[in-house]
């Protein structure tokens, strides 16, 4: 299959911190990869390279190759705003914006210049109804999201990223903060998902990582140690440390 | 007996007594000013104008003044006070010159409000040689309230929650994009808190107006000319005190005190209320 994001020698530094250190990795077209790893071992932080979210953050330095489909992340040619609604993101804590839960939806068509009040309603729908959310909120489209249970706003957040017809979802723990329910639907929800994006999910739940991808990548002290079909990563791994994390001897 | 015990009910009776304290000085100021100045208020009183020498004057010029400088003055200080605060909360990177930008609105903010008055004296009124005018007060005003709203724009928009921002920037959003459309409306409460601050403050002003604005008012009523003196309610209760001829001027300033705390009142319920509305829709609150 094609390679959606292809990472090369990768280092990352937070003032001279490094936190990545030579990270190669393949992500493939309409997999789902996840990036598994004790905390601090910079999974986030590789996560956040995809999309440049790092930019935010004060004294942050890449180098390397980060191409999305054949173009370099970094380029200066590359327009980051255009970049992030190519790459999208699902935060650890779901982070509805404080509206009503159809302007949640509409946040990202609008703000990329659609005011077509038909074609939004139906972006709405189609976006809610992709989330597996649609049935919970459709009689309460114009009520806060604030009011919906932290699951909901998951989905919610979900939604609001499809709205926006991304190519890549980044997922950082995206169930973390919520309970066994509504994290199986987060996970059954992953699985529609990939047969229109490809994805890529931070988690700290090996269950999860094993349950839901189809490319795992261990991170150790800022670099992978190990990456490969999630089967045989979790039944046969190669490198001792990959074997001590996943049978629970440490992290 | 546990001393820790004795110690926490201790605090609590004194906290309590320290709320009642300032709750109780108010309920007689309130009562003292208004039991003063109600029996006063007419709606001749309110609407007609004043007069020097004779009894019977009311303050309507005076109260047609106190708005109208407010209002220039927020024309002023509002786009810059607010543009000041948004670019320190959201723009700027922390380096010298944020600090000395910073730095600059906190020394501008203890300016005594009398130095800001003879300021506008010596500039606007004399070098400038506009005289005693609405529009001379109402800079000299802004000028007050300048620093108060960068300071309370920039808590604000610093108050709402780095995830809202994420968030947006994440869908592809521009910089003014994610101010504009997911960090301003949260904050917009803070925001109004901020203006009936500086509307009061406004309101209540005496120094900074009796040397910019002045203490006569136009011979025309209402006068909408930015470029005749404007006396306003606070001065005008100032001046009746201290140099009225007028022999009702214990009337006239009991009124015009009960009438600036009811202008005030409105004022704050006027667009307090609707701030409160819209953000408890904002959170889903019905």
């Known amino acids: ?251 | 007996m546990d001393s820790r015990r004795v110690i926490d009910g201790l605090s609590t009776v004194l906290l309590w007594a320290a709320g009642f304290f300032i709750m109780g000085l108010l309920v007689f100021f309130l009562a003292y000013i208004l039991g003063q100045g109600l029996p006063v208020l007419s709606l001749e009183f309110i609407l007609s104008p004043s007069k020097e020498f004779e009894a019977g004057g009311g303050v309507g010029p005076q109260l047609f003044n106190t708005f109208y400088i407010l209002f220039l003055s927020l024309l002023f200080s509002v786009p810059v006070g607010v543009g000041a605060g948004v670019y320190l909360a959201e723009y700027a990177r922390p380096s010298r010159l944020t600090n000395l930008i910073r730095l600059s609105t906190e020394c501008l903010a203890t300016v005594p409000s009398i130095v800001i008055g003879l300021f506008g004296l010596i500039i606007l009124v004399n070098i400038m040689g506009l005289g005693f005018t609405i529009l001379g007060g109402a800079a000299a005003l802004a000028l007050l309230n300048l620093p108060v709203l960068v300071r309370v724009t920039e808590e604000s928009l610093r108050a709402v929650p780095q995830t809202y921002r994420e968030a947006s920037l994440a869908l592809g959003a521009t910089r003014w994009q994610t101010v504009r459309r997911a960090v301003l409306p949260p904050a917009l409460l803070g925001l109004v808190t901020g203006l009936t601050l500086v509307s009061g403050r406004a309101i209540g002003e005496a120094a900074v107006l009796i040397y910019t604005a002045g203490v006569s008012v136009s011979r025309h009523f209402p006068d909408l000319n930015p470029f005749v003196a404007g006396e306003t309610l606070s001065v005008h209760l100032w001046y009746v005190r201290a140099e009225g001829l007028r022999p009702d001027a214990d009337e006239i300033a009991a009124g015009t005190a009960a009438l600036l705390i009811l202008v005030v009142l409105a004022f704050n319920l006027l667009i307090g209320v609707p701030a409160r509305i819209y953000q408890r829709r904002l959170l889903g609150k019905h």
């Not at chain 1, 970094?74 to 255009?82: A, L, N, R, S, T």
């Not at chain 1, 914006?97 to 210049?113: K, L, Q």
């Not at chain 1, 950082?172 to 990939?194: G, N």
Request: hydrophobic share 40%.
């Open chain 1, 1 to 251: 299959m094609a390679n959606k994001i292809t990472v090369r020698n990768l280092n990352l530094f937070y003032g001279d911190t490094q936190a990545l250190r030579e990270v190669d990795l393949d992500i493939e077209q309409q997999q789902i990869s996840a990036l598994i790893g004790p905390s601090g071992c910079g999974k986030s932080t590789f996560l956040r390279v995809l999309n440049r979210m790092n930019d935010l953050i004060e004294g942050v330095r890449v180098d390397g190759q980060v191409l999305l489909d054949d173009e370099d992340v970094h380029g200066p040619e590359v327009d980051v705003v255009h970049l992030r609604k190519r790459v999208g993101m699902v935060f650890q804590r779901p982070n509805p914006f404080p509206m009503s839960v159809y302007d949640n939806v509409a946040y990202g068509p609008r703000i990329h210049g659609l005011k077509n009040k038909r074609r939004l309603d139906e972006i709405v729908e189609n976006s809610l109804r992709d989330a597996a959310l649609w049935e919970e909120v459709h009689d309460r489209l114009f009520r806060s999201a604030l009011g919906l249970s932290g699951g909901q706003q998951q989905r919610l957040c979900i939604a609001r990223l499809l709205a926006v017809e991304p190519e890549v979802l980044l997922m950082d723990e995206p169930s973390s903060a919520l309970d066994p329910i509504s994290t199986l639907k987060i996970e059954e929800l992953l699985q529609e998902l990939k047969k229109n994006y490809t994805i890529v999910i931070v988690t700290h739940n090996m269950q999860q990582a094993a349950r839901v991808s189809d490319v795992t990548a261990f991170f150790l002290n800022g670099e992978i140690v190990e990456s490969g079909k999630t089967d045989t990563l979790f039944t046969r791994p190669k490198d001792k440390r990959t074997e001590d994390y996943i049978t629970g001897r440490f992290g």
